[in-house]
C-alpha cells in the first residue's frame, strides 16, 4: 500500500472541500450538524455494535480496563455526541465576524475579518467520541478535517465517519470535509505531517509521547497541549477557609485531568494555621502528601518531597506541597516548575492579587477560584477542542474562535501607492 | 567552540531578560527606544566606519553590488533607523490591553490580556538596518530576541548590539534582552531552532531557501512569508481608467519587493478595449509581458506564457497575463497559483467585488486598489516586522500586536468547580 499517495489524495480532497466550506453559509453548517445528531441517535444500534469489535479486539490485545472504558460506546456515550452536536449548532458561527474596520488618511477602508484556517489535521487517542466533538467544532468553523485516531478504536471511527459525511451531504456541504484515516500503520502520522501543501494547522492531543513526536516531526504548524503542572498559592493574606475550598476542589474533585492542581505552595506565615487542617482534609480523602522540608517540620509524618516532584504532572490523587518566604518564591517555584496551563492565587491583597496576575505566565491565571475552571466552556468559550500550553496563535482553551484566523479586507476607489 | 551551549546560555540569557520585560511599563521601554536613537546618532562615526569593514570584505568576497549596496550603513540609513526608533516609540503599547471581558453565571469574571510572547528568534539576511528595527518592535512589545543576521553584517551588527543593549541597561531593561548571534558558522541556526524550552517564536526573513531550512527544522512555531505571486483580476465591469492606473501602479511602482503584481488577469469582454493600451504602457516601462494564447491573438509580438510562469514570483519588471473566461476563472488561477499574500479585483459592480472578497484567500483582499498596499504601515498598523503567508496567528502583515499573545485572567470571589 502506497501511503503516501493515499493520505495525498485525502488531503487533497479536504482542501478542496475547504473552499466550499470557507463560504458556507451558517443555515448549512447547523442543518449538517443536526442531521449528523438524527443520524447518530437513529444508527445508535449499529453504532454501539461496531464499537463491540473494537473492544473485542482491545480486549484480546490485553488493554487494560481504563482504556477499554474510554474506548467503549453506550447508551450514555451515543447521548453526550448528540448534546455535544446540539451545543456546537448552538454557538455562534466565528467566521465572517470583522474584528475592526479603520479608515486611512488616503481614503482606504481596511478591516479584518475572521475566516477558517482551512484544513485541519486532528491526531488522538482512542476516545471515538472525540471524533464526533472535533468534526463539530471544524465543521462548525468552516474548516475541512483529517481525523487520525487511536487505532484501537478504528471501525467506531469509520462508522462514525460514514454517518457524519452523509450528514454533510444532505447539507449540501461537500462529503470530503470529514475524512477518518482508515490506516492503523504508525507511519501514517509522520506522512501526515509532511502535507503542508494541503494541510494548514496540526492538533495532536494525546500523551508527552505523541505530542513530542508531533512538533519534531511536523512542517505544518501545531497547537499543542503539554502537560498541565498547576500551582494553587496561598497567600499570607488568603481567606483560609476559602483557600482550603480551593485547594481541595483543585486537587480532588478530579485529580486525573490537565486544570488539577499537582503542587501547592503555601505563604510561611500562614503555614501553621493553614497546613495541618488542609493535610488532614486531604489524607482523608485518600490524598497522598509529598512535602517539603519545612512542611515535614510541621507535620512530620509525611513523605519527604524529591526534586523530580516539583516538575510532575501526576494526573493522580498525589499533591506535592511547599512552603515558601513570599509571593516571589511561589512566582519563581511556578515559573521554574510550572507548564505555563494553569495558575491561582488565594489572597485577599489587593496589590499581591494584581502583581500574580501580571507576572505569572500562563495560559489562564485566576484569583481566589479553583484550577478546574481552565475549560473552555466553564470560561464562556463553548465547546473545546484542546488547550493549547504554547504561545502562539491562541494561549488556553481553543473553542471555535480558535479555529479560525482573519484576513485583511481593503474597500478602495482607485487608491495607488505613491 | 562548543555553538550548543553558547547558543543555549544566550537562550536562557533571553527568557531571564524576558521575565522582566514581560512587566516593563511603557514608560521605560520607551526611554530605551529613545536612548538608542540618540547613541545611534552620537556613534553614527563609529557605526559607518564599522559596516566598512563588511562592505570591504563583501567585496573581497565578490558580493554582487547590489547585495553591497543592502550592506551599506550610511547617512540615510543612520536617519530612518533613528526615524523607525522614534516610530514605534510613539506607537501605543500593546502590552495589558484587555482584548475582551465577561461575567458568568457563577460570578466569575473572566478577561484575556495581551501579553509579550516571551522569547524571538529573528533569522534574516544581510541588512543591518533590519536589526534595529526588528529590535526596536520586540522591545516595545516585552519580547527578548535572539537575533542572527547574515553573516556579511557581522561587524554592523555586533557593533548595533553594543549601542542597543547599553539604552536597554540606561532604561533599567536587561541589556540582554537584545542579543545579536556573533557566530558566522551555518550551524547556529539549525541549533537555534532547537532551542524550544527557551525561544517562543522564530521569525525568518529571506529568500525561499532560508524560509524552507527553517520551516523543515524548527523545533519551535515559525511565523513564516514565502513568496509573493499577488494578481490583479480586472474584472468585466472595472472602470478602465482605474484599472490601467492600479496595476501600473502594481507592476511598475517597485517590482522588487512581494507585494507587486505579478499576474494580470483580464475578463475576456474587456480584453480588446483594455489590454492594448495597457500593454503598450507596461512595455514603454520596460515591462516584459509573458502572454497566454488569447492575448496573443490580440496582441501577436509577445512572448508566450509557458506553464511556469503562472505560480512564478518574479520580482522584476516582468508580467504574466491571462485572459480569462469570467471571475470564476480568475479566482480558480488565484487558488491554484497564488501564494496567499495579496489578491486584487478592479470592479465596479457592487455583488463580484462582495464575491470576490469573500472568496479569494489571501493574507490581504483588495477592491479596486493596488497591490502595493499590503504593508504594516499602508494599512495603518505602525512599523512592520514582516508579512505573514501562513494562517496561523497572524495572517498578513505582523506589527507590535502580533508580537503579542492573550492570557486569561479570572477575577473569583472562591468559586470552586462542582
Keep these: 500500500m502506497d501511503f503516501n499517495k493515499a493520505i495525498q489524495a485525502m488531503a487533497k480532497d479536504a482542501k478542496q472541500s ?3 466550506l470557507r463560504v458556507a453559509k451558517r443555515a448549512e453548517k447547523d442543518a449538517a450538524l443536526e442531521f449528523m445528531a438524527e ?7 449499529e453504532i454501539i455494535t461496531t464499537n463491540a469489535k473494537d ?5 484480546e490485545n490485553g488493554l487494560n480496563p481504563a482504556m477499554i472504558d474510554r474506548l467503549t460506546i453506550d447508551e450514555k456515550t451515543i447521548t453526550s455526541m448528540i ?5 456546537v449548532a448552538a454557538l455562534p458561527d466565528p467566521v465572517g465576524e470583522v474584528t475592526g474596520m479603520w479608515k486611512r488618511p488616503n481614503g482606504l477602508q481596511v478591516g479584518q475579518i475572521r475566516i477558517p484556517l482551512g484544513v485541519i489535521g486532528f491526531i488522538y487517542e482512542s476516545r471515538p ?10 465543521i462548525k468553523s468552516g474548516n475541512a478535517v483529517l481525523l487520525k485516531g487511536g487505532s484501537e478504536a478504528i471501525h467506531s471511527n469509520l462508522i462514525l465517519n460514514e454517518i457524519l459525511s452523509k450528514s454533510l451531504k444532505k447539507a449540501n456541504l461537500p462529503e470530503k470535509s470529514i475524512q477518518v484515516i482508515p ?4 507511519e501514517v502520522v509522520g506522512i501526515l505531517l509532511s502535507m503542508d501543501e494541503y494541510v494548514d494547522i496540526i492538533i495532536p492531543r494525546g500523551g508527552e509521547g505523541l505530542i513530542s513526536y508531533v512538533v519534531e516531526n511536523s512542517r505544518i504548524p501545531v497547537l499543542k497541549h503539554f502537560k498541565g503542572v498547576c500551582h494553587v498559592y496561598v497567600d499570607e493574606f488568603a481567606d483560609l477557609e476559602m483557600a482550603q475550598k480551593i485547594c481541595y476542589n483543585a486537587k480532588v474533585q478530579r485529580p486525573g485531568v490537565c486544570n488539577a492542581m499537582e503542587t501547592m505552595l503555601v505563604h510561611k506565615t500562614i503555614a501553621t494555621s493553614f497546613l495541618p487542617g488542609m493535610i488532614e482534609e486531604f489524607i482523608r480523602a485518600g490524598v497522598e502528601i509529598r512535602a517539603c522540608e519545612n512542611t515535614l517540620r510541621l507535620i512530620p509524618h509525611l513523605t519527604l518531597a524529591k ?4 516538575p510532575t504532572e501526576y494526573l493522580d490523587l498525589i499533591l506535592a506541597v511547599k512552603i515558601v518566604e513570599d509571593m516571589n518564591e511561589a512566582i519563581d517555584h511556578i515559573e521554574r516548575y510550572g507548564s505555563h496551563h494553569t495558575e491561582a492565587i488565594v489572597t485577599n491583597d489587593y496589590k499581591r492579587s494584581q502583581e500574580f496576575l501580571e507576572r505569572v505566565d500562563a495560559s489562564v491565571v485566576l484569583i481566589n477560584a479553583s484550577t478546574r475552571f481552565n475549560d473552555g466552556f466553564e470560561l464562556g468559550l463553548g465547546a473545546e477542542i484542546g488547550i493549547n500550553t504554547s504561545k502562539l496563535h491562541a494561549y488556553g482553551p481553543m473553542s471555535l474562535k480558535e479555529l479560525t484566523t482573519t484576513k485583511f479586507i481593503v474597500y478602495g476607489s482607485g487608491q495607488v501607492r505613491t
Design 83 to 87: 448534546a455535544g452536536l446540539h451545543e
Design 18 to 20: 475547504a473552499r466550499s
Design 183 to 186: 490506516y492503523k500503520e504508525h
Design 55 to 59: 473492544t473485542t479486539i482491545a480486549r
Design 129 to 138: 467520541n472525540v471524533t464526533v466533538d472535533a468534526a463539530a467544532l471544524c
Design 39 to 45: 443520524q447518530i441517535l437513529s444508527k445508535k444500534e
Design 307 to 310: 526534586e523530580s516532584d516539583w
